[in-house]
């Protein structure tokens, strides 16, 4: 075997051999300083036999696994000449050979060299978070925070939480971050910013009525900021209490678009999908050129069972994508925009398929099989073909052809665990749609050894479970996915709501749909559940009151059956038909309006 030539030697070689050399980012740094006076059109280098030499060596050591040798080298370089790309190479190279200690040794000598550099505190910053050592991030946040200039100063300030995303302990950083804001709170400039930044930590940390209690203060000191606004629409799904905030911006700034279309995503993710509505619907008037609201405009549409409404929407969306120019490029206050809603700008492809696939199902709501039919075969996406054949299969069990349905499903390739789960829920959506809950509790069942302690595939069987009548199985089945996910909501709310529903055990019903709500405030069909066990108890005015709420939120089909009864026994005639009548007009075929309407006697 050669000997191995030494580092000196190996540098020597490779000149001598003429090789070209491609210098590193910190050696070209290093060649263009030039603090000697030179003649004009002469651009003297620092970049002397020795540093390159020295540059190299250390390069080499690191090639040659001698990586603490490397760093030292290096690190010798940066202080012999101050330069910050070596001092960034050095550090670079301790935390590639995985040395944090020597990195953190580098950055320290970096910023003491460097004091103004805001690159060496920002490395400092994520080196002690990454050693976890957060707590000794105050001082150096405070410094960089000085450093950076006064208009770029509540960006940075705004942006402190991402510093900590990483961090093992997410309780202790809204104090770290409190520290280190402690002055910036005090100045007028960045009082805001500094708010709305030690409420993101706490939102981070978990502490929602902590994160709302900023939100409410940065926003009584700047009611046109949009930062205190986007916090308690982050907050909204869980505390309710955060609703005043963004309805007083929004009602200040009518025109706050982008706003209005995060608002009303937080209200569809806790079910207020006619709320929702209502918000995208003033976003499409303002603005009728923008293209991504009237999808989300169609999608809310067929969430209420509304499929004229959506068909109109999405052909809207289509238009408007096809007659827009090339997309550009995110503007630098892209971040306000909700991300799916830039997705679709920055894609307008994927749009157009969520767009025929929506278009699919709103046919196929109107009895419309060869329409929905042809928009499903725009779909090219391979991504999207489980989807496109689960849609299909749908069709088939809407013209009679189920068995021929559930084998398409079962037949589609399952590249993944994931997908072979969406086989089965589709497959189970196939059959509960057609009332086939035994066979569905039967596949539901064979999943479910696959799939073991899987809280969604536990949480559908229990569905059918109750479906068959086979309460005991049910409950059990329920309190499995409450042991697994304690902040399962659903899993409560059906538990509480079927013994409700049985006049079983009302007080420990109420309890478990008084804690789903805790979990989803606001979310329509807790709500629905609440009103229903409040009659059940013979509390007709609170069970009112709850069902109008939820009705009003989503007018679904069994929330107008419940209220419809609660109306109809407590002596509203009138109201109660014209609740019922609305949930006939949506959905003719619902099995509890109809049985409602039908045991009530009622004549629409």
């Known amino acids: 075997m050669p000997a191995r030539l030494s580092t000196s030697q190996a540098v020597c070689a490779l000149v001598v051999a003429g090789c070209i050399w491609a210098l590193p980012a910190h050696v070209q740094a290093a060649s263009k300083m030039a603090p000697t006076p030179a003649p004009a059109g002469v651009n003297n280098s620092d970049l002397d036999a020795s540093l390159f030499y020295q540059l190299l060596i250390g390069e080499l050591e690191l090639t040659a696994s001698e990586g603490s040798t490397a760093v030292l080298v290096m690190l010798d370089a940066a202080n012999k000449t101050k330069n910050e790309q070596i001092y960034k190479r050095a550090t670079d190279m301790a935390l590639q050979i995985r040395a944090g200690s020597q990195a953190l040794s580098?950055?320290?000598?970096?910023?003491?060299?460097?004091?103004?550099?805001?690159?060496?505190?920002?490395?400092?910053?994520?080196?002690?978070?990454?050693?976890?050592?957060?707590?000794?991030?105050?001082?150096?946040?405070?410094?960089?925070?000085?450093?950076?200039?006064?208009?770029?100063?509540?960006?940075?300030?705004?942006?402190?939480?991402?510093?900590?995303?990483?961090?093992?302990?997410?309780?202790?950083?809204?104090?770290?971050?409190e520290a280190a804001l402690?002055?910036?709170?005090?100045?007028?400039?960045?009082?805001?910013?500094?708010?709305?930044?030690?409420?993101?930590?706490?939102?981070?940390?978990?502490?929602?009525?902590?994160?709302?209690?900023?939100?409410?203060?940065?926003?009584?000191?700047?009611?046109?900021?949009?930062?205190?606004?986007?916090?308690?629409?982050?907050?909204?799904p869980v505390v309710a209490e955060a609703e005043p905030v963004i309805v007083g911006?929004?009602?200040?700034?009518?025109?706050?678009?982008?706003?209005?279309?995060?608002?009303?995503?937080?209200?569809?993710?806790?079910?207020?999908?006619?709320?929702?509505?209502?918000?995208?619907?003033?976003?499409?008037?303002?603005?009728?050129?923008?293209?991504?609201?009237?999808?989300?405009?169609?999608?809310?549409?067929?969430?209420?069972?509304?499929?004229?409404?959506?068909?109109?929407?999405?052909?809207?969306?289509?238009?408007?994508?096809?007659?827009?120019?090339?997309?550009?490029?995110p503007s630098p206050d892209a971040a306000a925009v909700p991300a799916e809603e830039e997705q679709v700008v920055a894609d307008p492809d994927r749009g157009l398929t969520q767009a025929w696939l929506m278009l699919a199902q709103a046919a196929e709501l109107q009895g419309d099989f060869k329409g929905a039919e042809d928009w499903l075969s725009k779909v090219q996406m391979p991504q999207r073909a489980l989807e496109v054949q689960v849609r299909r299969a749908s069709l088939l069990a809407r013209q009679g052809r189920l068995a021929e349905g559930v084998e398409l499903i079962r037949s589609a390739p399952a590249g993944s665990e994931d997908e072979a789960r969406a086989k089965v829920l589709a497959?189970?959506?196939?059959?509960?749609?057609?009332?086939?809950?035994?066979?569905?509790?039967?596949?539901?069942?064979?999943?479910?050894?696959?799939?073991?302690?899987?809280?969604?595939?536990?949480?559908?069987?229990?569905?059918?479970?109750?479906?068959?009548?086979?309460?005991?199985?049910?409950?059990?089945?329920?309190?499995?996915?409450?042991?697994?996910?304690?902040?399962?909501?659903?899993?409560?709310?059906?538990?509480?709501?079927?013994?409700?529903?049985?006049?079983?055990?009302?007080?420990?019903?109420?309890?478990?749909?008084?804690?789903?709500?805790q979990l989803a405030p606001g979310e329509p069909f807790i709500t629905d559940s609440l009103g229903w066990v409040e009659y059940r108890m013979g509390n007709q005015a609170e069970a009112i009151k709850q069902l109008t709420r939820a009705y009003q939120s989503r007018p679904d089909p069994e929330i107008a059956a419940h209220l419809g009864e609660v109306l109809w026994v407590s002596g509203q005639r009138d109201e109660a038909r014209r609740v019922l009548r609305e949930g006939t007009r949506r959905d003719q075929a619902n099995d509890v309006l109809r049985e409602t309407v039908t045991r009530l006697k009622v004549d629409l």
């Open 106 to 177: 580098v950055v320290q000598a970096w910023r003491t060299a460097l004091p103004a550099s805001r690159e060496a505190h920002r490395y400092l910053i994520q080196l002690l978070v990454a050693m976890n050592r957060s707590s000794e991030t105050p001082e150096p946040l405070r410094s960089l925070i000085k450093l950076t200039s006064a208009a770029e100063r509540p960006g940075l300030i705004a942006s402190l939480p991402r510093f900590f995303e990483r961090t093992s302990d997410s309780k202790a950083v809204p104090e770290i971050i």
């Open 427 to 517: 497959e189970v959506q196939l059959l509960r749609e057609a009332r086939q809950w035994a066979q569905a509790s039967a596949v539901l069942s064979e999943a479910n050894q696959r799939f073991v302690d899987d809280p969604d595939l536990l949480y559908e069987q229990s569905m059918m479970e109750e479906k068959l009548n086979n309460v005991a199985e049910m409950e059990r089945l329920l309190r499995r996915v409450i042991a697994l996910r304690p902040d399962h909501h659903h899993a409560h709310n059906a538990l509480g709501f079927s013994l409700a529903d049985r006049g079983l055990r009302l007080p420990e019903a109420k309890a478990l749909i008084e804690h789903a709500l």
């Open 249 to 329: 911006y929004l009602q200040a700034n009518p025109r706050a678009s982008a706003i209005r279309m995060i608002y009303a995503r937080a209200l569809s993710v806790s079910q207020r999908h006619a709320e929702a509505l209502a918000q995208v619907e003033t976003v499409t008037r303002d603005e009728p050129g923008q293209s991504a609201p009237w999808l989300t405009l169609g999608a809310l549409h067929l969430e209420l069972r509304q499929p004229k409404e959506a068909t109109a929407a999405l052909k809207t969306f289509i238009d408007r994508v096809q007659a827009a120019p090339a997309p550009t490029p």
């Open 182 to 236: 402690k002055s910036s709170v005090d100045e007028p400039e960045t009082r805001t910013a500094s708010l709305v930044s030690i409420g993101r930590s706490w939102l981070t940390a978990g502490n929602n009525a902590k994160a709302l209690d900023y939100a409410q203060r940065a926003h009584v000191q700047d009611k046109s900021a949009e930062g205190p606004v986007l916090l308690a629409v982050a907050v909204l």
